[in-house]
């Protein structure tokens, strides 16, 4: 059976683009009772962004801490927060912000029609009920969040996405002008998930025509970007953003793999975020990606990238070998990268070499 995906509804594209944010939302406004909750990361707390917000009477502005990535019981406080806000449901649900931000609204949006907790939705389609409409702002470039059919969340047992068609956003805003204040190297963190997408997605089994095509053409931007002398140009801000958007699609169309497995289960132990995570893990893996591993190095090198080391070093050997087990259950990833044999070539001993290296 070929599944039938899905992707963000509309975009609405350009510099100041922004702008329109208000006339966007004039049309969900239906009635008196209408209200909108925008979730802004906290970074933007008092600076001209929340100023441009078109906040309403009826409205609710909630500032979402990113110091942490997204955990279910935030999602769950932040609906229960929304209900006690009115009767009804917000029109729309923006979130303003990166991946972090990003996910949260996809993930309260569904949770606003969905009972219990987010936790109980972490998966591919236990969705059961539509979402109310959703819009995404990023104001930093490369998770795919913006277009992604995921919303990944950390809850009491694992760090996996809500995943379905019902996850993706409605509406997304793409104006270059928002990422410009990102400092580096955060910048390049995020921009590389983009990047290792993409080498991923065009790397495996699961590769298609579709998936290739949008990652051939991300990756083009990306070279263009990371590889140039000044990647921080406006035109190279604006290539960034488009980047990650065909990014995040080509995913859609493909898989991700050995980068995100092994991060995913670093992640779970050392609580490293994923744009930095997954640099310190592609670092090491020119066994699977050797192209793209030395490109990788290369951009580092351009943009002065240091990545930080012993990221490990302090670890019990029982903690590495929790980092093993989480990356081992990601066997979807593998397969993509090796195919059904996957388990004789990835043996918790390479995994324990790479996780010591790193
Ligand atoms: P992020 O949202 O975690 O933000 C990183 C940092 O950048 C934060 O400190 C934030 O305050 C800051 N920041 C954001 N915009 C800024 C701006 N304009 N100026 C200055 N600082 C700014 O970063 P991210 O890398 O976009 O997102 C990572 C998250 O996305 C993780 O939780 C990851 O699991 C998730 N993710 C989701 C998907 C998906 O498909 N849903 C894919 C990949 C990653
Ligand atoms: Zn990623």
């Not at 996910?103 to 309260?108: G, L, S, W």
């Not at 050995?258 to 640099?279: E, F, K, P």
Request: charged share 20%; proline share 4%; glycine share 8%.
């Amino acid at each position: 059976m070929f599944r039938n995906l899905k992707a963000v509804g509309r975009i609405l594209y350009g510099r100041n683009s922004f702008n329109q944010l208000d006339e966007l939302l004039e049309e969900l406004r239906t009635n008196n009772d209408s209200f909108v909750v925008f979730l802004l990361d906290h970074y933007f707390e008092g600076k001209e962004l929340q100023k441009r917000i078109p906040l309403h009477a009826r409205d609710f502005l909630r500032m979402i801490d990113v110091t942490d990535e997204p955990k279910t019981k935030t999602v769950d406080a932040i609906v229960a927060e929304i209900k006690s806000h009115g009767n009804s449901l917000p029109v729309s649900v923006v979130g303003i912000g990166g991946g972090t931000v990003m996910d949260y609204a996809k993930a309260t949006r569904l949770m606003l029609t969905n009972e219990g907790s987010s936790a109980q939705y972490q998966g591919l389609d236990l969705i059961k009920n539509k979402g109310v409409h959703c819009t995404v702002i990023p104001t930093i470039s490369g998770c795919g969040a913006e277009v992604s059919m995921t919303a990944v969340l950390t809850g009491p047992v694992k760090k996996l996405g809500i995943k379905g068609n019902f996850t993706p956003a409605d509406q997304l805003v793409i104006d270059p002008e928002l990422i410009e204040s990102v400092p580096d190297p955060q910048r390049f963190y995020t921009a590389m998930d983009c990047y290792i997408h993409n080498i991923e997605a065009m790397n495996g089994h699961r590769k298609t025509v579709m998936g290739n095509s949008l990652g051939v053409e991300s990756l083009k931007l990306s070279r263009e970007i990371f590889l140039s002398n000044d990647s921080r140009s406006p035109e190279n801000q604006e290539k960034l953003m488009i980047a990650s958007y065909l990014g995040g699609l080509s995913l859609t169309y493909s898989e991700v793999g050995a980068c995100h497995a092994i991060s995913y289960g670093l992640a779970t132990v050392t609580g490293i975020h994923h744009g930095i995570g997954n640099c310190v893990v592609f670092n090491q893996l020119e066994e699977f990606y050797p192209e793209g591993v030395k490109e990788f190095k290369e951009m580092m090198r351009i943009n002065n990238i240091v990545l930080p080391t012993g990221v490990t070093a302090g670890c019990t050997p029982e903690e590495i070998d929790r980092m093993i087990d989480v990356t081992l259950t990601l066997s979807f990833m593998w397969q993509h990268l090796c195919g059904t044999e996957w388990e004789k070539i990835i043996t918790r001993e390479k995994l324990r070499g790479l996780l010591l290296k790193m």
